[in-house]
């Protein structure tokens, strides 16, 4: 806890969030240091987002397997945006420990063999092709890669913001290694094992956001997960609560894809 109070002070005279705009550290940052952490909204509010996540600050337990959630989505769905950005994200910050999110970038895309590679077609046309192969090479590339998809579908253009997302939250990963893979064949293959993947849901799927719980799908856990994903993942959680858990959890409800 002290070191990753130190890092998060460290952090304090550098401005971090271009995304959100200009540097609202001082300004707008109306939490203690000591909450920076404590949740999505002062995270991002005083700049610190991505060293909460390196941080740990949600410390590993494992006592207990996590709750495994799956989204099966598409870069361009209004739906699906939502869901990840509002919904998903935001209670895997804070429950990171207790639960595993496994993001598959495909949903209602088609593809038709071509050669040895194939050519995909999407819902919402070629660049939501692009977003998810973007999207695709990412997870493949970076541990980071939610924090940056996150910050690419949270930006009001998907596509031209992810280069200043990766720079933001995996600078280390070079923008030309990811397009090299999104224009060539490890992003082709990886997105066809998306397709594999999608089309192996049982039961199959009917629209997208579509979710999975511990690899199960049924629409009380779809209803259930899109309304409220932390409660969820808090009562099927079977080792013991982490603290994120316990109490008031108000603060939590405008985590809700309805509101
Ligand atoms: C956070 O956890 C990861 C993997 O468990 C580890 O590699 C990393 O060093 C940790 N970061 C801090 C700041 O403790
Ligand atoms: C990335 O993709 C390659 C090629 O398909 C695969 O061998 C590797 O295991 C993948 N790595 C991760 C972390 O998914």
């Known amino acids: 806890m002290k070191t990753s109070l130190l890092l998060l002070l460290l952090t304090l005279a550098v401005c971090l969030n271009a995304q959100y705009g200009s540097c609202h550290l001082s300004s707008s940052c109306s939490y203690p240091p000591s909450k920076w952490c404590s949740s999505l909204d002062s995270a991002i509010q005083c700049g610190v987002l991505k060293q909460c996540l390196e941080s740990n600050f949600t410390r590993s337990r494992e006592t207990a ?124 293959g990886l997105m066809h094992q998306n397709a594999l993947k999608t089309k192996a849901l049982d039961p199959a799927h009917q629209y997208v956001p579509w979710i999975t719980v511990d690899g199960k799908h049924t629409e009380d856990l779809q209803d259930k997960a899109m309304s409220s994903l932390f409660t969820l993942v808090c009562n099927m959680y079977k080792g013991s609560k982490p603290e994120a858990c316990g109490g008031d959890q108000r603060h939590f409800k405008s985590y809700s894809y309805n509101e």
Not at 89 to 99: A, E, G, Q, R, S
Not at 138 to 150: E, G, R
């Open 65 to 188: 397997d996590s709750v495994q959630v799956g989204l099966y989505y598409e870069s361009l769905c209004p739906g699906c945006r939502l869901f990840l950005t509002r919904v998903l994200f935001p209670t895997w910050v804070l429950l990171n420990d207790i639960m595993s999110v496994t993001l598959v970038p495909y949903g209602n895309a088609q593809e038709k063999p071509d050669g040895q590679k194939y050519v995909f077609e999407c819902q919402h046309g070629k660049d939501e092709c692009l977003g998810n192969m973007i999207e695709t090479c990412l997870l493949n590339m970076t541990k980071m890669a939610f924090p940056v998809i996150f910050c690419m579908e949270s930006s009001s253009n998907v596509i031209k913001s992810a280069k200043s997302c990766l720079e933001l939250y995996s600078p280390e990963l070079s923008w030309d290694s990811v397009m090299s893979c999104v224009n060539g064949d490890v992003g082709n």
